[in-house]
């Protein structure tokens, strides 16, 4: 079992800058990657980053250049750093640690990107 808790939401301007954790306890040993989704109302949820134990990273065409995965192996937590955000980044942010056993899911953080 693995345990994720996501922290760091909350209510920006556009064109300003969040940033996201996600603390991981339990069987950590077992991930092999570790990912950053998001559900805006009426969509679909949809991936944003994900980073494997190796230290590759991969992000979704649109934030590209705004976001930035990372992790802190000596924490247990992986962070997802948001630059120039704008409205459409408004969603609600589930923390994903993929293991053999399956993936495991955080309850996730509302980012409101507002004026």
């Known amino acids: 079992q693995v345990q994720l808790v996501e922290s760091g939401g909350g209510l920006v301007q556009p064109g300003g800058s969040l940033r996201l954790s996600c603390a991981a306890s339990?069987?950590?040993?077992?991930?092999?990657?570790m990912a950053w989704y998001r559900q805006a109302p009426g969509k679909q949820r949809e991936l944003v980053a994900r980073?494997?134990?190796?230290?590759?990273?991969n992000y979704a065409d649109s934030v590209k250049g705004r976001f930035t995965i990372s992790r802190d192996n000596a924490k247990n937590t992986v962070y997802l750093q948001m630059s120039n955000l704008k409205p459409e980044d408004t969603a609600v942010y589930y923390c994903?640690?993929?293991?053999?056993?399956?993936?495991?899911w955080g309850k996730g953080t509302l980012v409101t990107v507002s004026s």
């Open positions: 994903n640690a993929a293991t053999p056993m399956g993936d495991y």
């Open positions: 339990g069987s950590i040993a077992r991930i092999y990657a």
């Open positions: 980073i494997t134990s190796g230290g590759s990273t």
